[in-house]
């Protein structure tokens, strides 16, 4: 009985051997992958990744030395047609002197055919090259034939004359990742710093073995004579694997700029290399070295100095300031209005200042390091601050990828006034909300660095004045006036520039419970500085409900907060709120002739601790008017996670509140 048992056992253990010797091998497709129509543990996953394995290396090059080499495979399912989305590949490469390649290989679509395997092979029309910028472009494929149930895999291989980067891994998606392997080697010259993100965390195990390359050299002697030389050098390389199981979709939450920031990935920053009787090469060991690199790049540090091709024209300019103020914001105005922003992002110039400056149009770094050279010229301390955008992800770590974005500092006695002319509804202290990602590096003209905060300070309200009537078939109608400051002001101007002002009044006709407005009316649309102010009248038949002989009303109106938007019970991640804000809502209320008050809501006020924010509501009735005050403030862009708990509870009861209804009866 017992040899029977141990035999199924042994049976059963190669059965799951060789199951998962298929799974991690192209070409090995399954029919019970194809079968598969939710994924084991996620059943909401339209897709998921069955393996990934990258393998990056240094092989060495008799021309180049030691270039760095990376092999990607992938097999993915598809369940659902939303999944679709991942048959479509993108990866990324240099394509400046750097000269990387990338290559994709045995890309084949998966599907199941009358219980039988059918295959699709990727064709050449599926493959297209496409151009991101001056440095960087990427490859892109289209799987075939893909349905719900296909299974997709491909190779690629990246080839790079560099030998000082390796690409980060991500062993977490949106979607669940069965199994993610990535393999580093390098030899014992280069000295490779590793760092994680996220919050789960891949296997690690690291090897050394001992390698040998050959050598090739040419040695001119005697009458010019050559003679061809082979050498045998022995080296330790290191092989570092890093190893996930099954790791779960990673889910994006409100209020959270990036979630890449905290997807569990490895990166690898190379720190020094040094050869044999060589000295020691450095490169980021840490923020200055890395900042002293990109201010020594031709495309920035030296386009700082140019000044000749403006001076005419901001010497005119200059001629009507007076203060500091004065001058900055001249100057910020002449850049903007002279100089479009062509929507590339990057720390290095990709036309230069000065063609840019003649052409109209240029990248950021075009724009702001001009804008830095113009301050610099009128006398003011300007200095560039590199940043990482929103979308790019935090810069966690020293690295010159870190960054791809560039904007200015004005140190004042009052502190530093951050700028950028790339947007033209930005003004000092009020940046585009792209550049809103924690902390920036600023840069000294001596090299040396500094982190600055990025996260505004200043609170950007959002007040609003209403005064309706209602009728006795529980009709209304009112006015309205609602002001706008700072980077509400920004949101509110970048709003009305993509519409219409018809299409506009029509979307808030509709989002405001289908209410008829008239004479409206826009105040300092053009005035940056100025809060921008709305106002309009407006008719509402169903802004309440009319029964039983009473009305119920939120009095709020289509200003109320029907969602809490924290419903996770726990989260990980910190809340980035972009700006610290003050709603305040002043309310007058007119009852109509033959009702009374029934309920009124009762006065509230919600104080979180660390003066994280506060909300406050106070109602008044005298006669048959109602006077409203409602304030919600938010005091901190960023609320950490350890504080969820209690902002979840804090809009849970400022929801509550809101949605509380005045009960009128008749008299």
Not at 289 to 294: K, Q
Not at 611 to 629: D, R
Request: glycine letters at 4%; one cysteine or more; aromatic letters at 12%.
């Amino acid at each position: 009985m017992k040899t029977v048992k141990l035999f199924s056992l042994t049976v059963l253990v190669l059965i799951i051997s060789k199951v998962h010797a298929q799974e991690f091998k192209l070409g090995k497709v399954s029919i019970a992958e194809l079968e598969q129509k939710n994924h084991p543990k996620d059943s909401s996953a339209a897709a998921a990744i069955l393996y990934n394995k990258g393998i990056c290396r240094l092989e060495f090059d008799q021309n180049e030395g030691f270039c760095m080499v990376t092999d990607v495979e992938t097999r993915i399912k598809i369940y659902k047609k939303e999944g679709y989305d991942w048959a479509n590949q993108k990866v990324w490469y240099y394509n400046n002197t750097l000269n990387e390649k990338v290559l994709f290989s045995d890309a084949v679509t998966y599907n199941l055919v009358n219980n039988k395997i059918e295959k699709t092979k990727l064709k050449t029309d599926g493959v297209f090259d496409e151009v991101l910028s001056k440095y960087r472009a990427q490859k892109k494929i289209t799987m075939p034939n893909v349905k719900e149930g296909s299974v997709i895999e491909f190779r690629y291989t990246i080839k790079s004359s560099t030998n000082f980067m390796i690409r980060e891994w991500d062993f977490q998606t949106s979607i669940p990742v069965n199994y993610s392997e990535f393999k580093v080697l390098y030899p014992e010259y280069y000295v490779f710093k590793p760092r994680q993100k996220g919050f789960v965390f891949p296997k690690i195990a690291t090897t050394t073995r001992t390698k040998s390359i050959v050598v090739t050299s040419t040695i001119v002697g005697f009458m010019n004579q050559t003679e061809t030389r082979k050498e045998e050098v022995n080296y330790i390389e290191t092989e570092t694997t890093y190893t996930a199981h099954d790791f779960p979709a990673l889910k994006d939450e409100n209020y959270v700029n990036n979630i890449n920031n905290y997807r569990a990935s490895i990166e690898h920053e190379l720190s020094f290399v040094q050869f044999p009787n060589k000295p020691i090469k450095e490169y980021s060991t840490d923020w200055n070295s890395v900042v002293r690199r990109i201010y020594e790049y031709e495309d920035f540090g030296l386009e700082l100095n140019k000044t000749g091709y403006f001076e005419e024209d901001l010497n005119k300019i200059l001629a009507a300031t007076k203060t500091t103020d004065e001058r900055m914001l001249a100057i910020l105005n002449h850049v903007k209005s002279n100089v479009k922003w062509n929507g590339v992002n990057g720390y290095g110039c990709d036309n230069g200042v000065k063609k840019a400056y003649k052409e109209k149009s240029g990248n950021v770094a075009d724009i702001n390091l001009m804008l830095i050279a113009m301050l610099r010229y009128s006398g003011l301390t300007a200095n560039p601050v590199l940043v990482s955008t929103r979308s790019n992800g935090v810069a966690f770590f020293p690295s010159i990828n870190a960054f791809n974005y560039v904007i200015v500092a004005v140190e004042t006695p009052d502190g530093d006034v951050l700028l950028d002319a790339t947007d033209k509804y930005s003004i000092p202290n009020v940046l585009p909300m792209r550049t809103l990602n924690w902390v920036g590096r600023l840069i000294r003209n001596d090299g040396t660095s500094r982190e600055i905060d990025l996260m505004p300070k200043r609170t950007s309200s959002d007040i609003v004045f209403i005064n309706y009537t209602i009728d006795s078939e529980g009709k209304i109608a009112g006015q309205t006036r609602r002001q706008c400051s700072d980077y509400n002001a920004m949101i509110s101007r970048e709003n009305f520039e993509k519409l219409k002002e018809d299409e506009y009044l029509e979307k808030l006709e509709n989002n405001s419970g289908k209410i008829e407005v008239s004479e409206y009316s826009r105040m300092n649309e053009k005035d940056l500085l100025a809060p921008i102010i709305e106002t309009y009248s407006f008719k509402g038949d169903n802004l309440c409900e009319v029964m039983g002989g009473k009305i119920y009303i939120n009095p709020m109106l289509f200003f109320t907060q029907h969602k809490n938007p924290f419903k996770q019970e726990v989260r990980q991640y910190p809340v980035d709120f972009g700006f610290p804000f003050l709603n305040k809502y002043n309310i007058t209320i007119k009852i109509p002739d033959g009702f009374t008050i029934d309920t009124l809501p009762k006065a509230t006020v919600y104080n979180m601790q660390n003066n994280t924010g506060s909300f406050k509501f106070n109602i008044v009735a005298e006669e048959n008017i109602l006077q409203l005050s409602i304030v919600h403030q938010i005091n901190k862009a960023i609320v950490s996670s350890d504080e969820y708990e209690m902002l979840k509870d804090y809009y849970k009861g400022m929801i509550a509140k809101q949605t509380e209804k005045i009960v009128l009866k008749r008299i």
